[in-house]
């Protein structure tokens, strides 16, 4: 059990690999998006132990809060969520036109980027709910936002969300063959609704699902493409 959190995160990041292994086209993109995650991986002591107490390397997260561990997920979750429907569906990045970035509905462009940061703040500081939910719901924002400032985008942010959340269901499950009990061992289940689908928290697949949606159109959101080829327009 002690080495769990490293395992978990080292799948990850192999699964990472396999994706940049398998479609060069991406590459750019992959790493683009886990370089600007990782750091993420430091807002570690927001969750423990009020969510989870993982056993990490050296024992850092139960002594300090930070491990290494986080770094490597967040990295490799970033770069995942970033390309999977690229890996899945034949389209590529178009710049849009300086015409269009004149729409009238991107002049919310930066504030539906900002928009998953500043609603955790309130949630996080001025409710009484677990960071897990605040964090979850503050990249619910911020997809929501996505979509209505780029609607081109929704159906990568939907679909991506769709595809992350069963990505990471299929992984969670078989990490917890490898790794039997380490739901009830590790997670706070007392703090969360204790609702287990097939041994996973629930909060793990919202937390999957939202992540999905905001990260699959941040590169394309912040750097001004669009997408073209197959169904999309």
Same mark, same amino acid.
């Given at each position: 059990?002690?080495?769990?959190?490293?395992? #978990?995160?080292?799948?990850?990041?192999?699964? =990472?690999?396999?994706?940049?292994?398998?479609?060069?086209?991406?590459?750019?993109?992959?790493? =683009?998006?886990?370089?600007?995650?990782? &750091?993420? !991986?430091?807002?570690? &002591?927001? #969750?423990?132990?009020?969510?989870?107490? &993982?056993?990490?390397?050296?024992?850092?997260?139960?002594?300090? !809060?930070?491990?290494?561990?986080?770094?490597?997920?967040?990295?490799?979750?970033? !770069?995942?969520?970033?390309?999977?429907?690229?890996?899945?569906?034949?389209?590529?990045?178009?710049?849009?036109?300086?015409?269009?970035?004149?729409?009238?509905?991107?002049?919310?462009?930066?504030?539906?980027?900002?928009? &998953?940061?500043?609603?955790?703040?309130?949630?996080?500081?001025?409710? *009484?709910?677990?960071?897990?939910?605040?964090?979850?719901?503050?990249?619910?924002?911020?997809?929501?936002?996505?979509?209505?400032?780029?609607?081109?985008?929704?159906?990568?942010?939907?679909? !991506?969300?769709?595809?992350?959340?069963?990505?990471?269901?299929?992984?969670?499950?078989?990490?917890?063959?490898?790794?039997?009990?380490?739901?009830?061992?590790?997670?706070?289940?007392?703090?969360? *609704?204790?609702?287990?689908?097939?041994?996973?928290?629930?909060?793990?697949?919202?937390?999957?699902?939202?992540?999905?949606?905001? =990260? *699959?159109?941040?590169?394309?959101?912040?750097?001004?493409?669009?997408?073209?080829?197959?169904?999309?327009?």
């Amino acid at each position: 059990m002690m080495n769990a959190w490293l395992t #978990f995160s080292m799948i990850l990041l192999g699964i =990472w690999a396999v994706i940049w292994t398998a479609k060069p086209s991406v590459r750019k993109q992959m790493m =683009w998006a886990s370089i600007l995650t990782a &750091p993420f !991986g430091l807002t570690e &002591p927001i #969750f423990v132990p009020e969510y989870w107490n &993982p056993p990490s390397l050296f024992n850092l997260a139960a002594n300090t !809060g930070f491990d290494i561990e986080s770094l490597i997920f967040s990295f490799a979750v970033g !770069g995942i969520a970033a390309v999977l429907y690229e890996s899945f569906f034949n389209v590529r990045h178009v710049k849009i036109s300086r015409h269009e970035m004149a729409f009238a509905r991107h002049r919310f462009h930066k504030l539906a980027l900002a928009s &998953p940061f500043i609603a955790f703040f309130p949630l996080y500081f001025f409710t *009484s709910l677990n960071p897990i939910y605040s964090a979850s719901l503050a990249m619910l924002v911020g997809g929501i936002a996505a979509m209505l400032c780029r609607p081109d985008l929704t159906k990568k942010i939907i679909v !991506g969300s769709i595809l992350f959340l069963g990505m990471y269901f299929v992984f969670f499950l078989s990490f917890n063959l490898v790794y039997p009990g380490i739901v009830k061992q590790v997670w706070n289940l007392e703090a969360i *609704s204790g609702i287990l689908v097939l041994g996973i928290p629930i909060e793990e697949l919202l937390f999957a699902l939202a992540f999905g949606g905001l =990260w *699959s159109s941040y590169y394309e959101h912040i750097k001004w493409y669009k997408l073209k080829g197959g169904n999309d327009i």
